[in-house]
């Protein structure tokens, strides 16, 4: 123990001199800090690293989902051949998954691809995964590793300890076919009515009209292509515009529209002379006119406007001349109301008078519509008050028959295109459309209420008959035609050619509205003078009312076709359809 001491202090003397000495401690430092700043910079290259394969990978993706969306009944292989081209093995690919894609501004984005069948679907979302080794940081990795292996570890086991630095990286993409198709919801001009056509056109444009069956009948048959109407107008106005849609958003006048219906007319393989000749006296009847155009409840382009009024039409979007001029003479009526007497040679009816007022479309919408799944096109709220006189017998010989109708706005919705890759003749467009709600009524509707678009009127009883000085008549009655659910309307590709309407009806009733407006019809009979009435007046000008039924069909389905409207039924139709290409969506 006595020669164990000295040791023991000679030890501590010797570490206290091992502390206390200066000499040599930056480099000791140095060495430690360096595997720090090692481990920093090892760091920063590998997620440098990362980020650059995570956007290599990102790009591949994107390409393989067009590829896939190109071509979905391969659209798996399609995906592999892509990826394997950017430098991915075909196993990265992870899931190809198909669907329908909905371009809806009012969804959420990640609800706006649905997995579903691929006999249906229109999209794609692609899936890769794979893995990416650390570079400086696995030396790091791996050395600790190899430093802490035993001796007589396998091979196997320290190869696992080199592949614990590899980091998985995975991406996703969604890709749409480019499949667009331009559709409109509205025009009914089936029967055509020279007086009514020149009556009613004419006061929304503005001047006398005189045009006969025939030159409504060509005008019928001749068709508009909008592109090349928007070609036309640009230089009929002299505008600087430079693509399809300045053209829409120009100020424009109805005469300068009208002459570009002409000779977009002419343009067009359907025209005739007959067309042309009664366009050319339509524009010359109103060269004077002043009146605003806006084009945009007319039409809208959707990607196309973007693209220059030199380039080709890129789809077939077309109106006939009818279905135009009635359109734009509508819009060109604003929110101007209209009184019309109607000359009409209908048994039971002695005159009609009429009033109109034309509200406007929802906001950001058009007759016509080109575009992808989810757009959709509108009819305008539109507001008709028929004053009729029938003619009945007896004491009951003339009735005055005051009629109110309101007819909310059509909608058609592009819900489907379907289309097997880039040909067109396997297409099939399919539209959900809604008629408009109609509400009508026998009553008093006052002036400020027929005007006022932002309710509804809900009129008291009219006079219906008045024998001075013996009895009054007066009667009320409500009646709706509503279809709350959309109807699905499918077009195939022969149907778009030739331009096929098909008419979707509200599904709520089972007789005509007038029908159903003399069976609600409610009549009072009040004595006057000496108050000892007239005995059966009230049946009797329910008679007359009745049996004016069938006559008022006539009427009203005249006037509203004339305005492109229906008794709650809505015609729609696809005018052009393009298939192929993709685009990516997400």
Same mark, same amino acid.
């Given at each position: 123990?006595?020669?164990?001491?000295?040791?023991?202090?000679?030890?501590?003397?010797?570490?206290?001199?091992?502390?206390?000495?200066?000499?040599?401690?930056?480099?000791?430092?140095?060495?430690?800090?360096?595997?720090?700043?090692?481990?920093?910079?090892?760091?920063?290259?590998?997620?440098?690293?990362?980020?650059?394969?995570?956007?290599?990978?990102?790009?591949?993706?994107?390409?393989?989902?067009?590829?896939?969306?190109?071509?979905?009944?391969?659209?798996?292989?399609?995906?592999?051949?892509?990826?394997?081209?950017?430098?991915?093995?075909?196993?990265?690919?992870?899931?190809?998954?198909?669907?329908?894609?909905?371009?809806?501004?009012?969804?959420?984005?990640?609800?706006?691809?649905?997995?579903?069948?691929?006999?249906?679907?229109?999209?794609?979302?692609?899936?890769?995964?794979?893995?990416?080794?650390?570079?400086?940081?696995?030396?790091?990795?791996?050395?600790?590793?190899?430093?802490?292996?035993?001796?007589?570890?396998?091979?196997?086991?320290?190869?696992?300890?080199?592949?614990?630095?590899?980091?998985?990286?995975?991406?996703?993409?969604?890709?749409?076919?480019?499949?667009?198709?331009?559709?409109?919801?509205?025009?009914?001009?089936?029967?055509?009515?020279?007086?009514?056509?020149?009556?009613?056109?004419?006061?929304?444009?503005?001047?006398?009209?005189?045009?006969?069956?025939?030159?409504?009948?060509?005008?019928?048959?001749?068709?508009?292509?909008?592109?090349?109407?928007?070609?036309?107008?640009? !230089? &009929?106005?002299?505008? *600087?515009?430079?693509?399809?849609?300045?053209?829409?958003? +120009?100020? #424009? @006048? /109805? $005469?300068?529209? =009208?002459?570009?219906?002409?000779?977009?007319?002419?343009?067009?393989?359907?025209?005739?002379?007959?067309?042309?000749?009664?366009?050319?006296?339509?524009?010359?009847?109103?060269?004077?006119?002043?009146?605003?155009?806006?084009?945009?409840?007319?039409?809208?382009?959707?990607?196309?406007?973007?693209?220059?009024?030199?380039?080709?039409?890129?789809?077939?979007?077309?109106?006939?001349?009818?279905?135009?001029?009635?359109?734009?003479?509508?819009?060109?009526?604003?929110?101007?109301?209209?009184?019309?007497?109607?000359?009409?040679?209908?048994?039971?009816?002695?005159?009609?008078?009429?009033?109109?007022?034309?509200?406007?479309?929802?906001?950001?919408?058009?007759?016509?519509?080109?575009?992808?799944?989810?757009?959709?096109?509108?009819?305008?709220? !539109? &507001?008709?008050?028929? *004053?009729?006189?029938?003619?009945?017998?007896?004491?009951? +010989?003339? #009735? @005055? /028959? $005051?009629?109110? =109708?309101?007819?909310?706005?059509?909608?058609?919705?592009?819900?489907?295109?379907?289309?097997?890759?880039?040909?067109?003749?396997?297409?099939?467009?399919?539209?959900?459309?809604?008629?408009?709600?109609?509400?009508?009524?026998?009553?008093?509707?006052?002036?400020?209420?027929?005007?006022?678009?932002?309710?509804?009127?809900?009129?008291?009883?009219?006079?219906?008959?008045?024998?001075?000085?013996?009895?009054?008549?007066?009667?009320?009655?409500?009646?709706?035609?509503?279809?709350?659910?959309?109807?699905?309307?499918?077009?195939?590709?022969?149907?778009?050619?030739?331009?096929?309407?098909?008419?979707?009806?509200?599904?709520?009733?089972?007789?005509?509205?007038?029908?159903?407006?003399?069976?609600?019809?409610?009549?009072?009979?009040?004595?006057?003078?000496?108050?000892?009435?007239?005995?059966?007046?009230?049946?009797?000008?329910?008679?007359?009312?009745?049996?004016?039924?069938?006559? =008022?069909?006539?009427?009203?389905?005249?006037?509203?076709?004339?305005?492109?409207?229906?008794?709650?039924?809505?015609?729609?139709?696809?005018?052009?359809?393009?298939?192929?290409?993709?685009?990516?969506?997400?």
């Amino acid at each position: 123990m006595a020669r164990i001491a000295p040791s023991v202090h000679g030890l501590v003397r010797a570490l206290a001199a091992f502390a206390a000495d200066r000499r040599g401690g930056v480099t000791l430092m140095f060495a430690a800090a360096i595997f720090v700043l090692f481990g920093f910079g090892a760091m920063a290259v590998d997620v440098g690293s990362f980020f650059y394969e995570k956007r290599r990978q990102q790009t591949a993706n994107d390409l393989a989902a067009l590829a896939a969306a190109g071509d979905l009944p391969r659209a798996r292989a399609a995906a592999e051949a892509t990826a394997t081209r950017n430098g991915f093995a075909p196993g990265t690919i992870e899931t190809v998954q198909h669907g329908i894609y909905t371009a809806d501004a009012g969804l959420p984005v990640e609800q706006r691809f649905v997995p579903g069948p691929a006999a249906t679907a229109n999209a794609v979302r692609v899936r890769m995964k794979a893995v990416t080794p650390m570079l400086l940081g696995r030396v790091l990795s791996a050395s600790s590793s190899l430093t802490a292996t035993p001796p007589g570890t396998p091979a196997t086991t320290i190869q696992a300890s080199y592949s614990s630095g590899d980091v998985p990286i995975g991406s996703s993409a969604i890709a749409t076919q480019e499949m667009q198709a331009a559709f409109t919801v509205g025009s009914r001009l089936a029967k055509l009515e020279g007086g009514v056509l020149n009556g009613l056109l004419g006061r929304l444009l503005g001047g006398g009209l005189s045009l006969s069956v025939m030159d409504y009948e060509a005008l019928a048959k001749a068709r508009i292509d909008l592109f090349d109407f928007s070609k036309r107008l640009a !230089t &009929r106005a002299n505008l *600087t515009a430079v693509t399809f849609d300045d053209v829409l958003q +120009a100020n #424009v @006048r /109805l $005469p300068e529209v =009208l002459t570009a219906i002409q000779e977009a007319s002419r343009d067009h393989a359907t025209g005739s002379p007959a067309a042309t000749s009664a366009l050319s006296r339509l524009a010359t009847a109103h060269a004077g006119s002043t009146r605003p155009v806006d084009l945009r409840a007319l039409a809208a382009f959707g990607t196309f406007g973007e693209k220059a009024l030199s380039e080709p039409a890129p789809i077939a979007a077309s109106l006939t001349a009818l279905d135009m001029v009635s359109a734009i003479a509508q819009i060109a009526n604003g929110a101007r109301q209209i009184d019309l007497s109607l000359a009409l040679q209908v048994p039971g009816i002695a005159s009609v008078q009429l009033r109109l007022g034309i509200g406007e479309r929802p906001v950001g919408t058009s007759l016509v519509s080109v575009g992808r799944m989810g757009a959709s096109v509108h009819t305008a709220q !539109t &507001r008709l008050l028929f *004053t009729v006189q029938l003619v009945g017998s007896g004491s009951a +010989a003339l #009735v @005055r /028959l $005051p009629l109110y =109708l309101e007819l909310a706005a059509a909608t058609a919705k592009l819900s489907s295109i379907q289309c097997n890759g880039s040909d067109a003749a396997s297409a099939r467009v399919t539209l959900a459309v809604t008629p408009a709600l109609v509400d009508a009524w026998i009553g008093q509707v006052s002036m400020a209420e027929f005007a006022n678009f932002r309710s509804a009127p809900n009129p008291p009883a009219a006079t219906l008959l008045n024998l001075a000085g013996l009895a009054s008549v007066s009667g009320r009655a409500h009646a709706t035609m509503t279809n709350l659910a959309p109807t699905p309307v499918s077009f195939g590709y022969s149907e778009i050619l030739r331009g096929d309407k098909r008419t979707t009806s509200t599904q709520n009733f089972t007789a005509t509205l007038l029908s159903r407006l003399v069976g609600d019809l409610d009549i009072r009979v009040q004595a006057l003078g000496l108050g000892l009435g007239v005995p059966g007046l009230g049946p009797a000008v329910s008679g007359v009312i009745a049996g004016a039924a069938t006559p =008022l069909d006539q009427v009203l389905n005249a006037v509203l076709g004339t305005l492109g409207l229906g008794l709650g039924q809505a015609d729609s139709w696809v005018t052009g359809v393009r298939c192929g290409g993709a685009v990516l969506v997400r």
